[in-house]
Every structure is written in structure tokens, then in C-alpha cells.
């Protein structure tokens, strides 16, 4: 990496905080699922999936540049353009989100929303037995995107010699001609949005604290 590195703010605070509560969500309820003992934390989980989801979807269209869905969905050309690149060097790079791992993203939100529907209407005893299978179906759909999801953040961290991982923590992402993305500052956010990341956590800490009050 060049010296005249420099940092890129990519993910405003809100997607980072969505991301690892969404990661926290899924695992938790994924471990909670079978237990009778557990059933309200695996219901409150499902439920602070679907506030996650719901507002990712809202974010994608009103938030900042990278994290919106008209800057990173692409058609299968894209995509396709992309996988062949790895084959390159360098690979095609893209500051957010490239085409191939957005598919996961998009797959990854849909299926948390049926996920979430078919969890409600189990719980409320609503539909038949098909309601619980899809239920299940979804959710082990989903765990199998989740692995190709981290394999995708893996293989991309290591062919485009960057830390994604870190980058979903911190936000930044280090811009050098060598990787062919410092296209200047102006290709970063200006704003990190902390306040609404606070307010999102305080309103699932303040949602887990109403479910589980009282919980024996
Ligand atoms: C339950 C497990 C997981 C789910 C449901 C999940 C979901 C997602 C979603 C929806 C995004 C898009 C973020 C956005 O734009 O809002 C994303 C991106 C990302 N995730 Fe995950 N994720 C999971 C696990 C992980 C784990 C374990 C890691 C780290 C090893 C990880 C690393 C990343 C990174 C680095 C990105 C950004 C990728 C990029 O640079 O394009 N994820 N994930």
C-alpha cells in the first residue's frame, strides 16, 4: 500500500450498527430456535430482525451514497463482469459494495423478511403447518447465504489486498492509486450519521428491556 493512503469514509454509523445487530439477531435467533426455554429471546430476536430490516430498507432509499440500493443492486452482467474480473489482476474494485456480494445483501433482506412474516404468523398461530415449514425453510436458506457471505468478504479481502471486515467497523476504507480507488474524498460520505446509529441502539436495547422485563 502507498504511503499517501488516505482514509475514505464508505459506511455511515447507521449501516454499521444494522450490520452487527443484524449479525447478533440471526445468530441469536438461529442458537434459540428449538428451545421451548429460550422462546422469548428467540421471538424478541426475530422481531429486532424485522425493525433492522425495515429500516435498512428505508436507508437504502434516503440514506447515504453508498448504502443505497440505486448505487450498488446491479443486473447479472454485472455481476458476472465482476466474478470474471476476480480472475484479473487487479479485479474490478468498487468502493461500496461490489455486484457479486450485493447479491447476497438483497438475498440476505428478503429472506430475513420472510423469515420474520412466517415467525410472526407461527407464533400467533396464524396459516397452516406450511407457515412453520417456510419458517424453517428461509431460516436454513438463509444460514447458507450467511456462509457464502463471509466466504464473498474473505476471498474479496484477500484479492483486493483490503480489510472489509474492519472497514464495517470503523467506516473507513484506506484509498491508494495501487488499488485503483482514490478517486479523491469526494467518492466518500461526508457525514457518519452517529446520532441515528445511538437512537437505533437505544431503541433495540430499549425494546429488549420491554420484552424481557418481568421474564422469569
Ligand atoms: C448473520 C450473519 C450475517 C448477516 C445476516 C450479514 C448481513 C450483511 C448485510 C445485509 C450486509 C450489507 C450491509 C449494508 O449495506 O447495510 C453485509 C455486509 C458486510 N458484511 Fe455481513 N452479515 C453477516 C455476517 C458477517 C460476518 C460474520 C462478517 C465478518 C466476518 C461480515 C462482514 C461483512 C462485511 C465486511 C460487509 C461489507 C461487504 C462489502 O464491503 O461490500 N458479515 N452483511
Not at 90 to 100: D, F, V
Not at 139 to 144: N, V
Not at 189 to 211: E, N, S
Request: with cysteine; aromatic share 10%; proline share 3%.
Amino acid at each position: 500500500m502507498s504511503t499517501d493512503d488516505k482514509k475514505i469514509l464508505v459506511w455511515d454509523a447507521p449501516v454499521r450498527v444494522f450490520h452487527w445487530l443484524m449479525v447478533l439477531s440471526f445468530a441469536g435467533a438461529y442458537l434459540t430456535a428449538e428451545s421451548e426455554r429460550w422462546r422469548l429471546v428467540h421471538v424478541t430476536l426475530g422481531y429486532t430482525l424485522g425493525g433492522l430490516v425495515a429500516f435498512r430498507l428505508l436507508w437504502g432509499c434516503v440514506g447515504t451514497r453508498h448504502a443505497r440500493f440505486a448505487n450498488f443492486v446491479r443486473g447479472p452482467a454485472a455481476v458476472l463482469r465482476y466474478l470474471r474480473s476476480l480472475l484479473n489482476e487487479p479485479p474490478e474494485h468498487h468502493l461500496g459494495h461490489n455486484p457479486a456480494g450485493a447479491v447476497a445483501i438483497v438475498l440476505l433482506l428478503l429472506s430475513s423478511i420472510v423469515i420474520v412474516g412466517t415467525g410472526w404468523a407461527s407464533y400467533n398461530s396464524v396459516g397452516g403447518n406450511w407457515v412453520a415449514e417456510w419458517h424453517e425453510g428461509a431460516s436454513a436458506f438463509m444460514l447458507a447465504v450467511v456462509l457464502v457471505h463471509v466466504a464473498g468478504v474473505a476471498v474479496s479481502s484477500l484479492l483486493h489486498r483490503e480489510n472489509l471486515v474492519r472497514a464495517m467497523v470503523t467506516g473507513n476504507k484506506q484509498g491508494s492509486t495501487d488499488h485503483g480507488i482514490d478517486q479523491g474524498n469526494e467518492q466518500g460520505i461526508k457525514r457518519p450519521w452517529r446520532v441515528l446509529a445511538i437512537v437505533m441502539g437505544l431503541a433495540v436495547l430499549g425494546f429488549w428491556w420491554l420484552q424481557w422485563r418481568g421474564a422469569p
